[in-house]
């Protein structure tokens, strides 16, 4: 049978369902309203290798009217400097097919130490390129407003990664005004193995350093790490405000598209908002 002679036995077919049915309205009425996004559309650019960020956002942004939308991007499994700037050429393009023609408030870029090496101007030029004048954070940027507004001076830094990233973590954070005296680190160049690292063990080592007296508030960097769900717990062991690369990024996202609600259930930081 020719494919003529198929599209015209197929519509046959389909005009004598059509005839058999007792009901068949078409152009039925409908409004439109403002979606799921009424309140706030945020985009966000995950690591091909991410196993953790987008749990963590959809339990950190669950407001209604609050709309996350997400595209991913490539990376290297390894965690280097070399690796981590590679990806600095995918972000325009990685922004470009989230909701296209779509408004957006704010996109995110999620990776910490990648913001770092690429540096949080460029994230920002290359967002820009693909979204002209959207809001732009990354988990650097955002968990240094976090930290200020939260009034911390000296922090305890928690990190997966090797000593070369974790130095330059520390540089990065005390040309910010900050001081970190108290330092700890998985030493785990794996992305997949991060995302493995238990939340018991986050907890432990978290805790044990910022139980320390040089320090008054604790950041645990990289958002394959699963931390969103002991915040908490760990603010009320030690008695001092913690964030981490996803809890930090979340605020301040919601705070970038002007949604303000305190939300304690996240910790403190969820109750505050940047001066």
Same mark, same amino acid.
């Given at each position: 049978?020719?494919?003529?002679?198929?599209?015209?036995?197929?519509?046959?077919?389909?005009?004598?369902?059509?005839?058999?049915?007792?009901?068949?309205?078409?152009?039925?009425?409908?409004?439109?309203?403002?979606?799921?996004?009424?309140?706030?559309?945020?985009?966000?650019?995950?690591?091909?290798?991410?196993?953790?960020?987008?749990?963590?956002?959809?339990?950190?942004?669950?407001?209604?009217?609050?709309?996350?939308?997400?595209?991913?991007?490539?990376?290297?499994?390894?965690?280097?400097?070399?690796?981590?700037?590679?990806?600095?050429?995918?972000?325009?393009?990685?922004?470009?097919?989230?909701?296209?023609?779509?408004?957006?408030?704010?996109?995110?870029?999620?990776?910490?130490?990648?913001?770092?090496?690429?540096?949080?101007?460029?994230?920002?030029?290359?967002?820009?390129?693909?979204?002209?004048?959207?809001?732009?954070?990354?988990?650097?940027?955002?968990?240094?407003?976090?930290?200020?507004?939260?009034?911390?001076?000296?922090?305890?830094?928690?990190?997966?990664?090797?000593?070369?990233?974790?130095?330059?973590?520390?540089?990065?954070?005390?040309?910010?005004?900050?001081?970190?005296?108290?330092?700890?680190?998985?030493?785990?160049?794996?992305?997949?193995?991060?995302?493995?690292?238990?939340?018991?063990?986050?907890?432990?080592?978290? #805790? /044990?350093? $910022?139980?320390?007296?040089?320090?008054?508030?604790?950041?645990? !960097?990289?958002?394959? =790490? &699963?931390? %969103?769900?002991?915040?908490?717990?760990?603010? #009320? /062991?030690? $008695?001092?405000?913690?964030?981490?690369?996803?809890?930090?990024? !979340?605020?301040?996202? =919601? &705070?970038? %598209?002007?949604?303000?609600?305190?939300?304690?259930?996240?910790?403190?930081?969820?109750?505050?908002?940047?001066?």
């Amino acid at each position: 049978m020719t494919d003529a002679a198929t599209l015209h036995d197929s519509r046959a077919t389909a005009e004598a369902e059509k005839d058999s049915l007792a009901v068949n309205r078409t152009h039925m009425p409908f409004a439109l309203d403002e979606g799921v996004a009424s309140r706030a559309a945020i985009g966000l650019i995950v690591l091909a290798s991410d196993q953790t960020i987008e749990t963590e956002f959809r339990r950190l942004l669950d407001l209604p009217g609050v709309g996350l939308f997400e595209s991913r991007i490539l990376n290297a499994n390894s965690i280097t400097p070399e690796t981590l700037k590679a990806m600095e050429a995918g972000l325009t393009q990685a922004t470009s097919v989230i909701l296209p023609g779509v408004p957006l408030d704010v996109v995110a870029y999620g990776c910490t130490s990648g913001a770092m090496v690429i540096g949080d101007d460029n994230v920002a030029a290359r967002v820009h390129e693909a979204r002209p004048g959207v809001a732009v954070t990354t988990p650097m940027a955002a968990t240094i407003a976090a930290l200020h507004t939260l009034g911390a001076k000296r922090v305890a830094l928690l990190t997966p990664y090797v000593d070369e990233i974790n130095q330059a973590m520390r540089r990065h954070i005390e040309g910010h005004g900050l001081s970190v005296p108290v330092m700890g680190s998985f030493n785990e160049g794996e992305d997949p193995k991060v995302a493995r690292i238990a939340p018991d063990s986050i907890h432990a080592a978290a #805790a /044990e350093l $910022g139980r320390s007296e040089l320090v008054d508030a604790v950041f645990v !960097a990289c958002t394959n =790490l &699963r931390v %969103a769900e002991i915040v908490t717990g760990l603010e #009320a /062991e030690i $008695g001092k405000p913690v964030t981490s690369s996803n809890h930090a990024m !979340a605020w301040h996202c =919601l &705070r970038l %598209a002007g949604v303000a609600d305190p939300l304690p259930q996240h910790g403190r930081l969820f109750t505050v908002s940047p001066a």
